[in-house]
Structure formats: structure tokens, C-alpha cells
Nanobody
């Protein structure tokens, strides 16, 4: 089983990035995929999740419309579109998979994790 997060990089405040999570070795359609992030010196936190059936969940900040999660079932990809980025969005972003998951924010629920992709937002 492998989850590969990609798409991170350096962007100016106000800019956009789209992160991708590629899954292999799992029945993709049966897994909820969620994005977490971890800033330096802080705990890992929930960003957004998409359930195995397609429902979405967002943290409070993401619900303000800056972030959108989506999935491409044909290509076994999950995307996190991030707009209006702020310096406080700087973190390593991880994707995680949970069998028949509903996009939970509970870190301990996830069986598989990607290696993370670094997002740096300069002010």
C-alpha cells in the first residue's frame, strides 16, 4: 500500500496550490482519504476529508471556502485545492486513508499515510 502526496512548494501569500494524493495497493473506492497538516513545532491537524462515498468534511478554516477536496476515482487520486493561501498555512501536508472512512478528523483512525509534501507560504 502506498500513498504519495505531491504538489507542495513555495508560494506567495494569496496564491494557490493543488495537492495530489495518489493511492496504490488499495481498493481506492473503498477508502476515505483525508488531508492533515503539521506545522513546525505544532501537532498534526485535520484539514479536509472525503469519504469513500464522496461526502466531504472540512475544518473550520477550510469551511471558509479556501480549500476544496475532491477525488478522481478513475485515476485513484484525491486533490486538495488551496486558494488564498496565508503564511499560517505553511506546513507539511499529509494524506491518509481509512477503509470505509467518512473523512474523520481523528488521526488514530487512519491506517495508511503518505510521506507528506511541504507547503511554504511566504508573506
Amino acid at each position: 500500500v502506498q500513498l504519495q502526496a505531491s504538489g507542495g512548494g513555495l508560494v506567495q501569500a494569496g496564491g494557490s496550490l493543488r495537492l495530489s494524493c495518489a493511492a496504490s495497493g488499495i481498493t481506492f473506492s473503498s477508502y476515505g482519504i483525508t488531508w492533515f497538516r503539521q506545522a513546525p513545532g505544532k501537532e498534526r491537524e485535520f484539514v479536509a476529508g472525503i469519504s469513500w462515498s464522496g461526502g466531504t468534511t472540512y475544518n473550520v478554516d477550510s469551511r471558509k471556502g479556501r480549500f476544496t477536496i475532491s477525488r478522481d476515482r478513475a485515476n485513484q487520486l484525491v486533490y486538495l485545492q488551496m486558494n488564498s493561501l496565508k503564511s499560517e498555512d505553511t506546513a507539511v501536508y499529509y494524506c491518509a486513508a481509512d477503509l470505509y472512512g467518512e473523512g474523520s478528523s481523528r488521526i488514530g483512525q487512519y491506517e495508511y499515510w503518505g510521506q507528506g509534501t511541504l507547503v511554504t507560504v511566504s508573506s
